[in-house]
């Protein structure tokens, strides 16, 4: 992860961390990075937070001022920005939000021509420009060129591109909806304009929640990251399903007929058992990350399918399964990526295709999501001075294998470090939470009885 860039783009809290002088000069350098060789053209997509429109028009702007034609989708989803980037031939996508974040925070995520997530070297190029020295072509570039003239970029709206993902969205489903009341919690983010249109095109008797954003209330309990609002609405309206998105839909948690969550992990086993019935998963393989909970990889093992572990980060799921071919992965927090259709996560594709299967099964979502006991899980985290210290003290390390012999196959530990703060996170799964927490503590007394604690 570079300086202002993490696994998820440049975020910050609005005009302080992440301001608008920030996304002028970042359109700047995209504008001019883009266009060394021809015109280039740009597309940008935001969320319903209120900060979303100053950097719209900021980083809008400056793309512009460096020679590049923006072409704006408005409040629209980051899987949407990452489709129409690839489907309409654009050298760049950018997307602005801060996901599931409260409303004033604020991110910039960058796509590529294939609507795939930015890579590591423009990134750096970009971070370099931000802080005034980017070299590149064999000189120094402490600032780069306006464009003049009739070389100057043009601002134009593209809601066109918005309607044909959600057009794309709906050739994908294979059964109608008609007959399934389905819940549908948007957040009062994206997906409020796109998700409740597509479920009721193809038949559903739609029912959504937080669909009035005022650019202060996205992901206010709502949404995937408060799903108990929507799990009381399932039951008291008497739902088949429901689905949660995040502020910019990339993330999709669901609720069966019960009102019970069923999370990214079940979600993943779901659809991919779905896959192998069917002879479609051809690497038989789900990509997790390490913080999946242990419930899956026993049901996969069950089930007979096999999984790979990644840090934790869409991203980094995703690189996992363009090396390794795989068709389906994601995290437990309902970033779920389907690599035949999409570059990145997108909940409302997932909605669509767990409501597939529950309509080739016949079965309602509880009877699908059963096989995966979810186990206990207990994350402690401690703030320390050294992250590589703390975890190779051999102490501290003979206190996390002898939780792990204490588990064996019942459970699992696993300590990681904080990829943006000085933070050693202690995770336990086991069959109580008891037990659990006991465990979990244990490894974090000696961490801190070791001197490794931050005061």
Same mark, same amino acid.
């Not at 696994?7 to 504008?31: M, P, Q, S, V």
């Not at 096999?306 to 927090?333: C, L, N, P």
């Given at each position: 992860?570079?300086?202002?860039?993490?696994? $998820?783009?440049?975020?910050?809290?609005?005009?302080?961390?992440? =301001?608008?002088?920030?996304?002028?000069?970042?359109?700047?350098?995209?504008?001019?990075?883009?266009?060394?060789?021809?015109?280039? *053209?740009?597309?940008?997509?935001?969320?319903?937070?209120?900060?979303?429109?100053?950097?719209?028009?900021?980083?809008?702007?400056?793309?512009?001022? &460096?020679?590049?034609?923006?072409?704006?989708?408005?409040?629209?989803?980051?899987?949407?920005?990452?489709?129409?980037?690839?489907?309409?031939?654009?050298?760049?996508?950018? /997307?602005?939000?801060?996901?599931?974040?409260?409303?004033?925070?604020?991110?910039?995520?960058?796509?590529?021509?294939?609507?795939?997530?930015?890579?590591?070297?423009?990134?750096?190029?970009?971070?370099?420009?931000?802080?005034?020295?980017?070299?590149?072509?064999?000189?120094?570039?402490?600032?780069?060129?306006?464009?003049?003239?009739?070389?100057? #970029?043009?601002?134009? $709206?593209? =809601?066109?591109?918005?309607?044909?993902?959600?057009?794309?969205?709906?050739?994908?489903?294979?059964?109608?909806?008609? !007959?399934?009341?389905?819940?549908?919690?948007?957040?009062?983010? *994206?997906?409020?304009?796109?998700?409740?249109?597509?479920?009721?095109?193809?038949?559903?008797?739609?029912?959504?929640?937080?669909?009035?954003?005022?650019?202060?209330?996205?992901?206010?309990?709502?949404? &995937?990251?408060?799903? $108990?609002?929507?799990?009381?609405?399932?039951? @008291?309206?008497?739902?088949?399903? #429901?689905?949660?998105?995040?502020? $910019?839909?990339?993330?999709?948690?669901?609720?069966?007929?019960?009102?019970?969550?069923?999370?990214?992990?079940?979600?993943?086993?779901?659809?991919? +058992?779905? /896959?192998?019935?069917?002879?479609?998963?051809?690497?038989?393989?789900?990509?997790?990350?390490?913080?999946?909970?242990?419930?899956?990889?026993?049901?996969?093992?069950?089930? !007979?399918?096999?999984?790979?572990?990644? +840090?934790?980060?869409?991203?980094?799921?995703?690189?996992?399964?363009?090396?390794?071919?795989?068709?389906?992965?994601? @995290?437990?927090?309902?970033?779920?990526?389907?690599?035949?259709?999409?570059?990145?996560?997108?909940?409302?594709?997932?909605?669509?295709?767990? /409501?597939?299967?529950?309509?080739?099964?016949?079965?309602?979502? *509880?009877?699908?999501?059963?096989?995966?006991?979810?186990?206990?899980?207990?994350?402690?985290?401690?703030?320390?001075?050294?992250?590589?210290?703390?975890?190779?003290?051999?102490?501290?390390?003979?206190?996390?294998?002898?939780?792990?012999?204490?588990?064996?196959?019942?459970?699992?530990?696993?300590? +990681?470090?904080?990829?943006?703060?000085?933070?050693?996170?202690?995770?336990?799964?086991?069959?109580?939470?008891?037990?659990?927490?006991?465990?979990?503590?244990?490894?974090?007394?000696?961490?801190?009885?070791?001197?490794?604690?931050?005061?």
């Amino acid at each position: 992860m570079g300086k202002y860039f993490g696994t $998820d783009g440049f975020r910050g809290a609005a005009n302080e961390g992440l =301001t608008a002088d920030h996304a002028y000069r970042i359109g700047r350098f995209l504008g001019w990075y883009y266009g060394r060789s021809k015109k280039p *053209s740009i597309v940008v997509g935001k969320d319903t937070r209120r900060s979303s429109y100053m950097l719209e028009y900021a980083i809008s702007a400056g793309m512009a001022a &460096s020679g590049a034609d923006v072409y704006l989708l408005h409040v629209t989803t980051t899987p949407s920005v990452s489709y129409v980037t690839r489907v309409d031939g654009f050298d760049c996508g950018v /997307m602005i939000s801060a996901s599931h974040n409260p409303f004033w925070d604020n991110g910039i995520k960058l796509f590529n021509r294939e609507g795939e997530k930015m890579d590591e070297g423009t990134i750096r190029l970009l971070e370099d420009y931000l802080d005034g020295c980017l070299e590149l072509d064999g000189q120094p570039w402490p600032e780069v060129p306006f464009a003049t003239k009739e070389h100057i #970029g043009s601002i134009v $709206d593209h =809601t066109a591109g918005r309607n044909r993902y959600m057009g794309y969205l709906i050739s994908l489903a294979v059964y109608s909806f008609r !007959g399934k009341k389905v819940a549908l919690d948007c957040a009062n983010g *994206s997906a409020w304009a796109i998700a409740p249109d597509v479920f009721r095109a193809l038949g559903a008797d739609v029912k959504a929640i937080n669909t009035q954003p005022d650019g202060l209330n996205i992901n206010l309990d709502a949404g &995937s990251t408060h799903i $108990d609002g929507l799990k009381r609405f399932v039951k @008291e309206n008497g739902c088949d399903v #429901g689905f949660a998105f995040d502020g $910019d839909a990339d993330r999709c948690l669901a609720v069966d007929e019960n009102g019970e969550l069923v999370d990214g992990d079940r979600i993943m086993y779901v659809y991919s +058992r779905y /896959m192998k019935e069917r002879g479609k998963l051809l690497t038989n393989t789900v990509v997790t990350t390490v913080m999946s909970n242990f419930g899956l990889y026993k049901a996969l093992d069950e089930a !007979g399918i096999g999984y790979a572990k990644t +840090r934790v980060g869409d991203k980094y799921v995703y690189e996992e399964m363009v090396k390794g071919g795989h068709r389906i992965g994601g @995290e437990q927090s309902g970033h779920i990526i389907l690599s035949k259709y999409a570059r990145t996560g997108d909940g409302i594709l997932t909605a669509l295709k767990v /409501m597939e299967v529950m309509l080739a099964r016949k079965l309602p979502l *509880s009877r699908l999501a059963e096989p995966v006991t979810i186990y206990p899980q207990v994350l402690i985290n401690i703030r320390v001075k050294d992250k590589q210290a703390a975890q190779e003290d051999p102490a501290v390390k003979a206190a996390v294998e002898a939780v792990a012999d204490e588990l064996g196959d019942t459970g699992r530990i696993l300590v +990681r470090e904080s990829g943006t703060e000085p933070l050693v996170r202690v995770m336990v799964e086991a069959p109580g939470k008891d037990q659990c927490q006991s465990l979990a503590q244990g490894v974090v007394d000696v961490i801190r009885a070791r001197g490794h604690e931050a005061v």
